[in-house]
């Protein structure tokens, strides 16, 4: 039994989350975040040993109510589904133990439940886009998660919910954009399923619905993941959300769109028609590398940590774009692997932002200075950590990704990609090296002395743990950058574009 | 390699043993004695390792250490060849005089934040032999980019507004350098498939096209050309001397310089191997630049007021002696090349630590203020004089032998105009170096009254260094029979 719904059994614990910790909570309050915490948790065993299936018997189907696909919704568990779904619900689970104090200090209690029946939510419809082998049922899950984060960010501070009606009005248009897609490729080939319409997509040809439907499906995703220039809506959302929407949303949310992307450009239209039909990887990678600049330079000029994270987050997801646009099997890994790697190192970013806004009570860099380190020794360890890692510095994950991605571009001979992509590295260490240089170089500001007497004042163990265990792993997952390459991901590579290293 | 391997956890050890020390120095921050005693433990145990794998690179049984797969394709790997043994044993080996040293000037000074200096001073080491050991380019660039890492909280130090700019132009000078080295890297790895070091260079089976030779060696010049301070990618070197004076020595004089060069050294002929570079003219390229740094930067030498720049620049020019030799492309250049990176070192760092000495003793830091000083420091100016008759290349110091073997492979490859360079070179050297020795025994001084030599922990190690540099030169054997041993490796008997 259970080997054969795995695919469907993450989204559902979530969805099933959603709709018991209103009920449960009506009583106890409290059980909405132990409840949120097993559902997080179990799916995050679920979807770890999904990568042991998939590993172990390839990829897995599961037919909602028994229907087969053309008809049915279909549920497909393969190496990328199966990795993409472990790596959020890893980093879920992480900071969701950082976000049982974030939440109690940012809001007030009597929105402790709905906030964590929304985050259940969203989880389940992040799930459900990467799982599902339905483009419509895809667009569902979209708008559920969608739908969530919107009330995520609006319980913000007082500017929130004009970030959250932005990211409603072109998340919307986003969402428009893509179901436009959909309908479109209905239309034309009487299909939504995925495996379906890669068979029979190239029977149809070029046809200017088609292109017109790739460009609108693109579109969507581009919004979704805040590719340069559909990027509007992420600097204010991050910046005003509450600590635990921000550090859920920036490792997982922009994630999922440019999941969608690859989905739909090598595995539903393929690497011939995205690069020689019309040329929209291409496209792709030259938007990503104008972001991976225009975010590293904003993120020079900003005071708010969180939104100079934003800003960098923009950036960092040019990374993903620029490998996915270079359509290549390096660049495809480079740009998985730094799925996990950038959300791995926002996560512990943005808890870290989280962490100075809990003692400090601001995250401004310009007060920031070695005051605030002598009182939040490991939380500026982990912020130093995670920095050199943003800056690509080996042993860490950073380094990792842009070994595959200069490897991705140099066999494409795109000098100017790796010419991006390597001052990419030299912007970051340019702005990370503005805080880490407040933190440690900095005299404690007057106020701040008073201050220092108290001594030492770390956050509480449930939050630095969590911010810990992400710097640490910066390094181990750094470390075992081959297993994960070699032994997954090389397995999700879309046919065509097939490698085996050497 | 012909050359035997034999699996030897020796090497990762050697690696390893100071960076044990970190949590050490770290957990005894409050205890000094016992947190030097790390420190010296660390720095003792290090040298011992390395000198175990001595009688190995001697006779050509190389140890070798694999870990795992770091990136598809290439393995973490550690591996002592006679190359990497020397150059560990120079920075090792210093590393035990520097640490001493360090704690007469940090005590004499009375300097903040010592754990912390301590702690990353070790860092520096283990990153420096892991340079020296690093079997690949990748294993290479990650210990060069945390030795840039390390180096950083010890340029910036003293926390003052000159020291956190000078720290921003190490960095930018040193992580650009370190981008270059990967994309020369990730380039290298498509074209191979593999980016283990080879005598002869990794390219042999290839027929590389200019037009991918060139830009290559180019970025993997400018990946290792910042380290070594080839001019015009030199001005981070002088900025960084607002560190504390034994970070000058030992890292600004030998472990980071010395491991741009030794990365030079591993890509000019390791990687790229001599047919490559000559059927391209790439090592007229590096001749010119070497010649020209060589002699600009006695010049600028000459005009620095401040001690520790005018030994900065010395640095710059004697760095690039090793550039020159290597650049060469023959056996007895090379010799030559490496004995003057084991040899310089003991040079210089005698250099800098008198410099550091007068610092701690008398708060003076310009040539100009040095009048007289020869008399209340007797042993620390005798000690400079001999350093700095070495720089010039007076025999019988260790510098005349390198100087030799360079000036006589010039000659024997057809370029007796670069002897010329050299010798032009040394009586340079005496034009900046000299006049210190003179002002210091010969000029009556002022406000030296009551003063005296510098504590036993300073002038101890920086007398054992002035030694070494002649005993170097009287017996420069060991060094002599490993560098003979890389270059019948790269050039035959």
Redesign the interface.
């Known amino acids: 039994m259970i080997p054969t719904n795995a695919p469907a059994l993450a989204p559902l614990i979530f969805l099933l989350a959603a709709l018991i910790i209103p009920l449960a909570a009506l009583r106890i309050r409290r059980l909405a975040y132990v409840l949120a915490m097993a559902a997080a948790a179990a799916a995050a065993a679920v979807s770890v040993g999904n990568i042991f299936r998939v590993l172990e018997s390839g990829t897995v189907h599961y037919r909602f109510g028994g229907w087969p696909p053309p008809l049915g919704i279909e549920y497909v568990l393969d190496p990328l589904s199966a990795f993409i779904t472990a790596v959020i619900n890893l980093t879920a689970l992480v900071v969701l133990v950082h976000a049982r104090l974030t939440v109690a200090a940012d809001l007030p209690e009597r929105k402790h439940v709905p906030y964590y029946a929304l985050v259940m939510l969203m989880m389940s419809g992040f799930n459900g886009i990467v799982l599902t082998g339905d483009f419509f049922n895809l667009y569902v899950f979209l708008e559920i998660a969608s739908l969530s984060l919107y009330g995520l960010i609006a319980v913000g501070d007082r500017k929130s919910p004009v970030a959250a009606f932005r990211y409603l009005v072109i998340g919307m248009v986003g969402g428009g954009f893509y179901l436009l897609g959909v309908g479109f490729l209905y239309i034309n080939s009487g299909s939504l399923n995925m495996a379906d319409l890669k068979a029979i997509l190239p029977a149809v040809g070029a046809r200017p619905e088609i292109i017109v439907a790739l460009c609108f499906m693109v579109l969507g995703f581009g919004i979704k993941m805040a590719l340069f220039p559909l990027h509007g809506w992420l600097p204010d959302a991050y910046t005003y959300a509450p600590t635990a929407t921000s550090s859920l949303m920036a490792p997982i949310g922009t994630k999922i769109g440019a999941y969608g992307l690859l989905r739909v450009l090598f595995f539903v239209f393929g690497v011939n028609f995205v690069t020689r039909t019309v040329p929209l990887a291409q496209v792709i990678s030259w938007l990503a590398a104008a972001g991976i600049l225009y975010g590293s330079i904003m993120a020079m000029a900003q005071d708010e940590l969180k939104r100079m994270l934003a800003f960098s987050s923009i950036a960092q997801v040019g990374y993903i774009g620029l490998g996915i646009g270079l359509a290549n099997p390096l660049g495809l890994l480079g740009a998985v692997l730094h799925v996990l790697n950038h959300g791995l190192m926002k996560a512990c970013l943005f808890l870290v932002a989280g962490n100075f806004r809990m003692r400090l009570g601001h995250s401004r860099i310009r007060a920031l200075d070695s005051g605030a380190r002598r009182r939040m020794p490991w939380t500026s360890a982990a912020f130093t950590l995670a920095a050199?890692s943003m800056?690509?510095?080996?042993?860490t994950v950073g380094?990792?990704s842009?070994?595959y991605l200069?490897?991705g571009t140099?066999?494409n001979r795109s000098w100017i990609f790796?010419a991006v992509i390597?001052a990419s590295?030299?912007l970051n260490?340019v702005y990370f090296?503005r805080v880490i240089?407040r933190l440690?170089?900095r005299p404690a500001m007057q106020d701040n002395e008073a201050r220092e007497t108290e001594g030492r004042s770390e956050v509480a163990p449930s939050m630095l743990l969590p911010t810990l265990v992400l710097a640490l792993s910066l390094v181990v997952i750094g470390?075992l950058?081959?297993v994960i390459?070699?032994g997954l991901l090389v397995r999700f590579l879309p046919p065509g574009l097939e490698f085996a290293?050497? | 390699m012909s050359a035997p391997a034999a699996p030897s956890l020796l090497p990762l050890l050697a690696v390893l043993v100071s960076l044990a020390a970190v949590p050490l120095i770290l957990l005894s921050s409050r205890r000094p004695r016992l947190r030097e005693t790390w420190t010296l433990a660390a720095a003792a145990a290090k040298f011992g390792l390395v000198l175990a794998l001595l009688p190995g690179a001697l006779q050509g049984r190389i140890a070798v250490f694999g870990l795992f797969e770091i990136v598809p394709g290439v393995r973490l790997e550690l591996r002592a060849d006679p190359l990497g043994v020397l150059f560990a044993l120079v920075a090792s080996g210093l590393w035990i005089l520097t640490s001493l040293y360090s704690i007469g000037y940090t005590r004499g000074l009375n300097e903040h934040k010592q754990t912390r200096y301590f702690a990353f001073f070790a860092v520096c080491l283990s990153a420096t032999v892991g340079i020296a050991f690093a079997a690949n380019l990748v294993t290479f660039i990650l210990f060069y980019e945390i030795l840039t890492i390390a180096t950083y909280p010890l340029v910036i130090h003293k926390e003052t507004p000159e020291a956190v700019s000078a720290g921003r132009k190490y960095l930018a000078f040193t992580l650009s350098a370190g981008v270059l080295l990967i994309a020369a890297a990730a380039w290298s790895f498509l074209l191979v498939g593999d980016l283990d070091f080879k005598p002869g260079g990794i390219f042999t089976g290839l027929a590389l096209a200019g037009k991918t030779a060139v830009p290559l060696f180019l970025l993997f010049l400018g990946g290792v050309g910042v380290k070594s301070a080839v001019m015009p990618l030199h001005s981070w070197l002088p900025a960084a001397m607002v560190a504390p004076t034994p970070v000058s020595a030992l890292l600004h004089a030998v472990a980071v310089v010395k491991a741009g060069v030794f990365g030079l050294v591993r890509v000019v002929v390791f990687v790229f191997g001599p047919d490559l570079l000559r059927r391209f003219h790439l090592d007229s390229v590096l001749i010119v630049l070497a010649v020209t740094t060589i002699l600009v930067g006695s010049l600028l030498a000459l005009r620095q007021d401040n001690l520790k720049r005018r030994l900065a620049y010395s640095t710059v020019s004697h760095l690039s002696y090793i550039v020159l030799g290597t650049a060469l492309l023959s056996g007895p250049a090379i010799i030559g090349a490496l004995l003057h990176l084991a040899f310089h070192a003991t040079m210089k760092i005698t250099l800098f630590f008198c410099a550091g000495a007068i610092y701690v003793n008398l708060h003076r830091e310009n040539v100009s203020e040095l009048n007289g000083t020869g008399k209340i420091m007797p042993w620390t100016m005798a000690a400079f004089t001999l350093g700095s008759l070495g720089l010039c290349g007076v025999p019988p110091l260790n510098g005349f032998v390198s100087k030799w073997f360079l000036g006589s492979a010039a000659v024997g490859s057809g370029r007796p105009l670069l002897a010329g360079v050299l010798i032009l070179s040394g009586l340079l050297n005496a034009a900046y170096l000299l006049p210190i020795v003179q002002r210091s025994f010969f000029r009556r001084g002022s406000g030296l009254e009551g003063r005296r030599e510098a504590s036993p922990w300073m002038v101890a190690p920086l007398v054992l260094t002035a030694v070494l540099s002649l005993a170097l030169g009287l017996f420069p054997g060991t060094f002599h029979q490993l560098a003979v041993r890389v270059a019948a490796g790269l050039f035959g008997g």
Do not use: C, H, Q, T
């Open positions: 050199l800056i690509g510095l080996p042993p380094f990792f842009k070994w200069a490897l140099i066999r790796l390597l590295s030299l260490a090296f240089e440690y170089l470390l950058n081959v390459v070699k290293f050497p």
